[in-house]
């Protein structure tokens, strides 16, 4: 005689009642390519830290026997869509929600609770009239790709490169042939409308970024003796201190790594002015992170630039207590511009992998017709990546 399994119960995540539990949880999930290394999450005592900043979001949580067992979180916004060029559209503003933070407790995996959680969220992107939803994963990440892809008709869409660079005790050179200045609030969102408003995944509100407390500023570099207005060589990036929001922390890593980094501190302290061994900072203990975003250049120098830009970023994290890397994300097709941007291979993941599906087509033909269009279409601008996402 057979029995019906318990069924989880999924509803919206309750700071008085959750947020201890949500917390216990993440500390308990990795995150990051699992096959090298167990990255964990501390969010401050503020669970829902990584969507609050959006314009609309939500985050459900999923109990089985009064035991919290997941929590999945989304946010909504409008952003640029690139059109394939048979539309004679071109660029255009959609409706997306993006899904992030799937965590489902590991005694409690292969029970059908992700795919509670995610069937979910997405009716709220439904009944918010959201055009499109999508998702960031590991490309080595099988079981992701395996429920988004495979059971809920997810298409990948984009393969951008995390570029994760550590910051060092040492200062990174500037050549004193570029000039770096600070732009205001609205100089940098004048820029970004005017230049990359059309770039993939560009967002409406891109003022409320720049406004946001997180955002520490805007630069752009220009070859000195020049100015911004005439020069036809210049480079811009804002920087997003998440370190402001959650905290990582390394759980595991391959003997090698670790010895490499016990080592590389020990030679870095004891003889400073032996250069040939990067050192490695401590990634055991809690730590943050600056997120480059939005970069953009223009003209025959614009590569010289942006690594001046890079450099200039690396020595204002120095500064800050707790900042141990530098993230920024680039289109896959953006191989001149990733060559420019210091990072390292072993830190680094050459491949992200971005899913998409389409929420308002019903007809399945004719939804798939879309979709493929729409994903086989090259990129004609860069990829904004969002900084409230990351």
Same mark, same amino acid.
């Given at each position: 005689?057979?029995?019906?399994? &318990?069924?989880?119960?999924?509803?919206? $995540?309750?700071?008085?009642?959750?947020? @201890?539990?949500?917390?216990?949880?993440?500390?308990?999930?990795?995150?990051?390519?699992?096959?090298?290394?167990?990255?964990? =999450?501390?969010?401050?005592?503020?669970?829902?830290?990584?969507?609050?900043?959006? *314009?609309?979001?939500?985050?459900?949580? @999923?109990?089985? /026997?009064?035991?919290?067992?997941?929590?999945?979180?989304?946010?909504?916004?409008?952003?640029?869509?690139?059109? *394939?060029?048979?539309?004679?559209?071109?660029?255009?503003?959609?409706?997306?929600?993006?899904?992030?933070?799937?965590?489902?407790?590991?005694?409690?995996?292969?029970?059908?609770?992700?795919? #509670?959680?995610?069937?979910?969220?997405?009716?709220?992107?439904?009944?918010?009239?959201?055009?499109?939803?999508?998702?960031?994963?590991?490309?080595?990440?099988?079981?992701?790709?395996?429920? +988004?892809?495979?059971?809920?008709?997810?298409?990948? %869409?984009?393969?951008?490169?995390?570029?994760?660079? &550590?910051?060092?005790?040492?200062?990174?050179?500037?050549?004193?042939?570029?000039?770096?200045?600070? !732009?205001?609030?609205?100089?940098?969102?004048?820029? $970004?409308?005017?230049?990359?408003?059309?770039?993939?995944?560009? *967002?409406? /509100?891109?003022?409320?970024?720049?406004?946001?407390?997180?955002?520490?500023?805007?630069?752009?570099?220009?070859?000195?003796?020049?100015?911004?207005?005439? =020069?036809? #060589?210049?480079?811009?990036?804002?920087?997003?201190?998440?370190?402001?929001? %959650?905290?990582?922390?390394?759980?595991?890593?391959?003997?090698?790594?670790?010895? $490499?980094?016990?080592?590389?501190?020990?030679?870095?302290?004891?003889?400073?002015?032996?250069?040939?061994?990067?050192?490695?900072?401590? +990634? %055991?203990? &809690?730590?943050? +992170? $600056?997120?480059?975003?939005?970069?953009?250049?223009?003209?025959?120098?614009?590569?010289?630039?942006?690594?001046?830009?890079?450099?200039?970023?690396?020595?204002?994290?120095?500064?800050?207590?707790?900042?141990?890397?530098?993230?920024?994300?680039?289109?896959?097709?953006?191989?001149?511009?990733?060559?420019?941007?210091?990072?390292?291979?072993?830190?680094?993941?050459?491949?992200?992998?971005?899913?998409?599906?389409?929420?308002?087509?019903?007809?399945?033909?004719?939804?798939?017709?879309? !979709?493929?269009?729409? =994903?086989?279409?090259? *990129?004609?601008? &860069?990829?904004?990546?969002?900084?409230?996402?990351?």
């Amino acid at each position: 005689m057979g029995f019906n399994k &318990p069924r989880p119960i999924i509803r919206s $995540y309750d700071k008085r009642v959750d947020r @201890a539990r949500v917390e216990d949880l993440e500390r308990r999930c990795e995150v990051g390519p699992t096959e090298r290394i167990f990255l964990f =999450t501390d969010t401050m005592g503020d669970p829902i830290c990584r969507i609050r900043n959006s *314009p609309m979001y939500k985050m459900l949580v @999923a109990e089985l /026997d009064k035991e919290l067992v997941g929590v999945i979180q989304g946010s909504i916004k409008v952003v640029t869509i690139n059109k *394939p060029p048979k539309d004679n559209i071109g660029a255009a503003g959609a409706k997306v929600g993006y899904i992030l933070g799937l965590r489902v407790a590991p005694h409690q995996r292969r029970k059908g609770i992700g795919s #509670s959680l995610v069937r979910e969220l997405e009716e709220w992107f439904v009944a918010n009239d959201v055009d499109y939803s999508y998702m960031a994963t590991e490309k080595d990440n099988k079981a992701s790709v395996k429920l +988004f892809v495979e059971k809920f008709g997810y298409n990948k %869409f984009r393969t951008p490169a995390i570029l994760v660079n &550590p910051v060092q005790n040492r200062a990174s050179h500037i050549s004193s042939n570029v000039e770096i200045s600070k !732009l205001k609030v609205e100089e940098a969102e004048s820029l $970004y409308r005017k230049f990359m408003s059309s770039a993939e995944f560009f *967002p409406k /509100d891109i003022n409320d970024i720049l406004r946001n407390k997180l955002s520490l500023g805007t630069w752009v570099a220009y070859p000195r003796g020049e100015s911004l207005g005439s =020069t036809r #060589s210049w480079a811009m990036v804002s920087v997003w201190n998440t370190g402001g929001l %959650f905290k990582l922390w390394l759980g595991k890593a391959p003997l090698s790594c670790l010895i $490499y980094t016990k080592s590389s501190r020990l030679i870095s302290r004891l003889l400073p002015c032996f250069k040939l061994v990067p050192c490695i900072p401590d +990634f %055991f203990n &809690p730590f943050g +992170f $600056y997120f480059m975003y939005g970069v953009h250049s223009e003209g025959p120098l614009s590569g010289k630039l942006v690594r001046s830009l890079c450099h200039f970023v690396h020595n204002m994290a120095i500064e800050s207590k707790d900042c141990k890397v530098i993230v920024t994300e680039v289109g896959g097709h953006e191989f001149g511009l990733r060559h420019h941007i210091p990072h390292w291979k072993l830190l680094s993941c050459p491949e992200d992998l971005w899913c998409i599906k389409a929420l308002k087509i019903k007809d399945h033909e004719e939804r798939n017709k879309a !979709l493929f269009q729409l =994903t086989k279409t090259p *990129p004609s601008k &860069p990829l904004f990546v969002d900084p409230r996402e990351v």
